[in-house]
T-cell receptor, first 114, second 115 residues
Framework: KAGVTQTPRYLIKTRGQQVTLSCSPISGHRSVSWYQQTPGQGLQFLFEYFSETQRNKGNFPGRFSGRQFSNSRSEMNVSTLELGDSALYLC?????FGTGYEQYFGPGTRLTVT | AQTVTQSQPEMSVQEAETVTLSCTYDTSESDYYLFWYKQPPSRQMILVIRQEAYKQQNATENRFSVNFQKAAKSFSLKISDSQLGDAAMYFCAYRRDQGAQKLVFGQGTRLTINP
């Protein structure tokens, strides 16, 4: 079974631009979570989606948004990019929403904002 | 809010030796899950081991085992017979028992294996 895939793997953007990152969960998985990883702040939770609904959101500004499609694929969007948005963005999928389910991580998208 | 603390930014061990990575956490909940994740240079996060808080028995996965002390809110990872492939960042993580899948991570410990 294929793992979690994230596209693109690397991305360079300019301040003020917007970016969309994509995550395809493991086949059959319906819950997708997003995390931001930076050297200074570590790993921080962004959002969690299940059945096309956002179930939980981390403490990030409104420039960070996401959505989930009917096939469970998810996208996250960052508008008006800032230098501090440079990070590794990790997506994780699990079979269901709720307790007891493991999260499987993708390889991440490395975003660099110049 | 729950917090996870890893007090050792870096650790090193000789190949074939045993090393223990420390983790403490703070929560007011009684039921939760604790995890150790490994992140090698490829950046792929890999689940190493998990512990359910309601289980008194410490989890074990081959060379990896934990020492879970619920009252002390401590969750250390022991790696026996260290191998070169164990070199990575190790993250301790907490997750509530109900509802959200949100993981709360510690800052990580960089483990170096010396041949």
């Amino acid at each position: 079974k294929a793992g979690v895939t994230q596209t693109p793997r690397y991305l360079i953007k300019t301040r003020g631009q917007q970016v969309t990152l994509s995550c395809s969960p493991i086949s059959g998985h319906r819950s997708v979570s997003w995390y931001q990883q930076t050297p200074g702040q570590g790993l921080q939770f962004l959002f969690e989606y299940f059945s096309e609904t956002q179930r939980n959101k981390g403490n990030f500004p409104g420039r960070f948004s996401g959505r989930q499609f009917s096939n469970s694929r998810s996208e996250m969007n960052v508008s008006t990019l800032e230098l501090g948005d440079s990070a590794l963005y990790l997506c994780a999928s699990s079979p269901r929403f709720g307790t007891g389910y493991e999260q499987y991580f993708g390889p991440g998208t490395r975003l660099t904002v110049t | 809010a729950q917090t996870v603390t890893q007090s050792q930014p870096e650790m090193s061990v000789q190949e074939a030796e045993t090393v223990t990575l420390s983790c403490t956490y703070d929560t007011s909940e009684s039921d939760y899950y604790l995890f150790w994740y490994k992140q090698p240079p490829s950046r792929q996060m890999i689940l190493v081991i998990r512990q359910e808080a309601y289980k008194q028995q410490n989890a074990t996965e081959n060379r990896f085992s934990v020492n879970f002390q619920k009252a002390a809110k401590s969750f250390s990872l022991k790696i026996s017979d260290s191998q070169l492939g164990d070199a990575a960042m190790y993250f301790c993580a907490y997750r509530r028992d109900q509802g959200a899948q949100k993981l709360v991570f510690g800052q990580g410990t960089r483990l170096t294996i010396n041949p």
